[in-house]
C-alpha cells in the first residue's frame, strides 16, 4: 500500500511538473509571438519613419530643426530643399544659428519679431532677405512652428522657407501699376472738375486767375484752422468750383456793367443752388466737397446770406471758409461798379463782418495768414 502510494504521488508530481512544463512552453511560445509582432511593428514604424525622412528631405521646400536645447539654438537638420535653396552644404550649417543667412539688407524690424516669436515659443511667419552663400540675396519667406515633447515642454523648432523673389516682385509691380493707374483716374478727375470751373468763369473771367486765387486762399485758411492736409488738398481742388452754377446765368444779369436790379439780383443769386445741383450726387470726396462749396458760400454766419439762410455751423465749414476768401479776393481786386480796396482795408472789413458774415473762427485763422500769402 504504502509502495502504491509512493508510485501514485511521484506520478502525481511528475504528471504536475509535465502540465508546468506545457505551461511555460506555451507563455514562451506566446512572447515569441508578441516578440515577433513588436519586431514587426518596430520595422514597420522604422520604415515609415524613413520614407518620412526620405519625402522630407527631398521637399522643395526648405525645412530645418533647430534645437532649443542646445546653446543659440542651433540647426540640428537641414533637407535638400534648405541647401538648394541657400547653396550651403549640411557640414556648413549644422550646429549653426539660421542668423547666419542674413545680411546688410535684412529688414532687422522682422529680425526682432522673430527674436522675440522664437524666445517667447510662439510660431512666427514672415518675408525677409536672406543671403545665399555665393552672397546673392532673396526673399524668404519663413515659417517657424516650436515643437513640444509628450511633457509639454519645448523640444525643437521647425522652419520651414521659400524664395518668394519672384512673387514678390511681380506683386509690387502690380501694386505700384495700380497705384499709377489710381493716381491717373484721380488726376483726370481733378483736371475734368478744373475745366468745368473754367467753362464757368470763361464768361465773366478769362483768365480764371480769381477762382485760383480764391481757392490758394481757402487752401491756406483750411490748413491754419489746422485741418488734415488731405482735406486742405480736396479744399484747394473743389474750391474752384464755387461759382460753376453761374453756367446757367445769362450773359445779359452775369456782364451787367452797372448795378443789378433786385430781380436780376434775385436770378444771380441762384447760380449757388444751380452750382449744388450740378455736383450733386458725387461719388468721390472732392465732388461732395465741390456741392457743399457751391451751395453754401454765400451763407452768412448770421444767417441773412442765401439760398437757404443757414445759421452759424448749420453751414458747412468749406462754405465758411469760401465765403471769406471769396469776399476778401472781391474787395482787393477791381470791379466794373467799385475800385479795388487795399489789403488793410479790406482785413479790416472781414474784421468787422466777424461773427455777422463770418465765423469768427474762420476769421481768426484768415487773419494768421501774412500779407504775402494774400496777393
Ligand atoms: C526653426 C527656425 C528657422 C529659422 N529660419 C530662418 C531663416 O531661414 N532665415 C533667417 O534669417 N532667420 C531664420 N531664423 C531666425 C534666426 O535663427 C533668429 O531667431 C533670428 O535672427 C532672431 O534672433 P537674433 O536676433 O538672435 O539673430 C529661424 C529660426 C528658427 C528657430
Not at 223 to 241: C, D, F, K, N, R
Not at 268 to 294: C, D, F, P, Q, Y
Request: negative net charge.
Amino acid at each position: 500500500d504504502a509502495k502504491l502510494q509512493h508510485m501514485l504521488s511521484d506520478l502525481a508530481a511528475s504528471v504536475m511538473d509535465d502540465l508546468e512544463l506545457r505551461r511555460t512552453a506555451f507563455r514562451l511560445r506566446e512572447n515569441e509571438i508578441s516578440l515577433r509582432e513588436n519586431e514587426i511593428s518596430l520595422r514597420e514604424t522604422l520604415r515609415e519613419k524613413s520614407e518620412l525622412l526620405v519625402a522630407v528631405n527631398k521637399l522643395t521646400t526648405s525645412v530645418i530643426i533647430t534645437n532649443p536645447r542646445l546653446p543659440d539654438n542651433p540647426i540640428i537638420f537641414a533637407n535638400q530643399g534648405f541647401t538648394e535653396l541657400t547653396g550651403f552644404a549640411l557640414s556648413e550649417i549644422l550646429g549653426r544659428n539660421c542668423r547666419m543667412l542674413q545680411g546688410s539688407q535684412t529688414d532687422p524690424l522682422v529680425a526682432r519679431e522673430m527674436r522675440q516669436a522664437v524666445a517667447e515659443q510662439r510660431s512666427f511667419s514672415g518675408v525677409l532677405v536672406n543671403y545665399r552663400k555665393d552672397g546673392t540675396p532673396f526673399l524668404n519667406e519663413i515659417m517657424i512652428n516650436p515643437v513640444l515633447d509628450d511633457e509639454g515642454e519645448l523640444s525643437s523648432f521647425v522652419g520651414l522657407g521659400q524664395d518668394v523673389t519672384q512673387r514678390e516682385q511681380s506683386r509690387l509691380l502690380l501694386e505700384h501699376r495700380v497705384e499709377e493707374r489710381t493716381a491717373d483716374l484721380a488726376h483726370s478727375q481733378i483736371e475734368i472738375l478744373q475745366r468745368l470751373a473754367r467753362a464757368a468763369e470763361f464768361r465773366d473771367d478769362e483768365t480764371g486767375q480769381h477762382t485760383q486765387r480764391v481757392a490758394r486762399t481757402a487752401a491756406l485758411v483750411a490748413s491754419a484752422l489746422g485741418m488734415p492736409e488731405e482735406t486742405v488738398t480736396l479744399i484747394y481742388q473743389a474750391a474752384p468750383l464755387h461759382d460753376v452754377g453761374k453756367i446757367a446765368i445769362s450773359d445779359l444779369i452775369l456782364l451787367k456793367p452797372g448795378k443789378l436790379t433786385e430781380e436780376e439780383f434775385e436770378t444771380m443769386k441762384t447760380h449757388a443752388e444751380i452750382g449744388a445741383a450740378l455736383l450733386s450726387h458725387g461719388h468721390s470726396e472732392v465732388m461732395r466737397i465741390a456741392e457743399r462749396i457751391a451751395g453754401t458760400h454765400h451763407e452768412r454766419w448770421d444767417g441773412r446770406g442765401y439760398p437757404e439762410q443757414l445759421v452759424g455751423e448749420q453751414i458747412p465749414i468749406e462754405g465758411r471758409i469760401l465765403a471769406v476768401a471769396d469776399v476778401f479776393d472781391a474787395l482787393t481786386h477791381e470791379r466794373p461798379y467799385k475800385e479795388a480796396w487795399s489789403i488793410p482795408e479790406a482785413l479790416q472789413e472781414i474784421t468787422n463782418q466777424s461773427g455777422r458774415h463770418f465765423d469768427p473762427k474762420v476769421v481768426a485763422a484768415f487773419l494768421t495768414l501774412a500779407h504775402e500769402e494774400l496777393l
